[in-house]
T-cell receptor, first 111, second 113 residues
Framework: GQSLEQPSEVTAVEGAIVQINCTYQ??????LSWYQQHDGGAPTFLSY????GLEETGRFSSFLSRSDSYGYLLLQELQMKDSASYFC????????????FGKGTTLSVSS | DAGITQSPRHKVTETGTPVTLRCHQT?????MYWYRQDPGHGLRLIHY???????DKGEVSDGYSVSRSKTEDFLLTLESATSSQTSVYFC????????????FGPGTRLLVL
């Protein structure tokens, strides 16, 4: 089988730092991506890790440890607009880009 | 943003009727995908296409078929809609092999009564 596990909900206050973890168990693995979705709208790409380590994009960073089948998304200097759902997704195939998504983490940021 | 549109945006239909959802892209992206999103399940891949007339099944393909006769259009057909197919359907595209970004359309809300 294949599964991606992430917390269903996370709450934080403005200005804080929050980490959303993702553990995966899949029959193939070529990388871990993160997507953001506001209020059921179109998901948007945030970051990708194909190799172990940390990738930084502004206030957002993503980490991958392939030996632990684990990654996380780190959001710093939280803002109210960061309230959204965040999905991790695994690319299983070397060719093509089909993704398997986790069930998503709802982040609520309060003032 | 990639130019991805979906039609219709909302649809109510009855059990047993055929339904076709259309995804149209103006970016000449090679790959196209159909996902469904349901509470508690996240996004699940239904079918995808890696070129004109080249398609493959995803996680939840039963009851769905797809066609891609030209680069810009990817159609999803529910041959005989069931209530379990009530969902939000998202189309997505990707430029080429190795490009990790998928671009999503605005979604289609389908209600099967």
């Amino acid at each position: 089988g294949q599964s991606l596990e992430q917390p269903s909900e996370v709450t934080a206050v403005e200005g804080a730092i929050v980490q959303i973890n993702c553990t995966y168990q899949t029959s193939g693995f070529y990388g871990l991506s993160w997507y953001q979705q506001h209020d059921g709208g179109a998901p948007t790409f945030l970051s990708y890790n194909g190799l172990d380590g940390l990738e930084e994009t502004g206030r957002f960073s993503s980490f991958l440890s392939r030996s632990d089948s684990y990654g996380y998304l780190l959001l710093q200097e939280l803002q109210m607009k960061d309230s959204a759902s965040y999905f991790c997704a695994v690319r299983k195939n070397q060719a093509g880009t089909a993704l398997i998504f986790g069930k998503g983490t709802t982040l609520s940021v309060s003032s | 943003d990639a130019g991805i549109t979906q039609s219709p945006r909302h649809k109510v239909t009855e059990t047993g009727t055929p339904v076709t959802l259309r995804c149209h892209q103006t970016e000449n992206h090679r790959y196209m995908y159909w996902y469904r999103q349901d509470p508690g399940h996240g996004l699940r891949l239904i079918h995808y296409s890696y070129g004109v007339k080249d398609t493959d099944k995803g996680e939840v393909s039963d009851g769905y078929s797809v066609s891609r006769s030209k680069t810009e259009d990817f159609l999803l057909t529910l041959e005989s809609a069931t209530s379990s197919q009530t969902s939000v359907y998202f189309c997505a595209t990707a430029k080429r092999t190795g490009d990790e970004t998928q671009y999503f359309g605005p979604g289609t809300r389908l209600l099967v009564l």
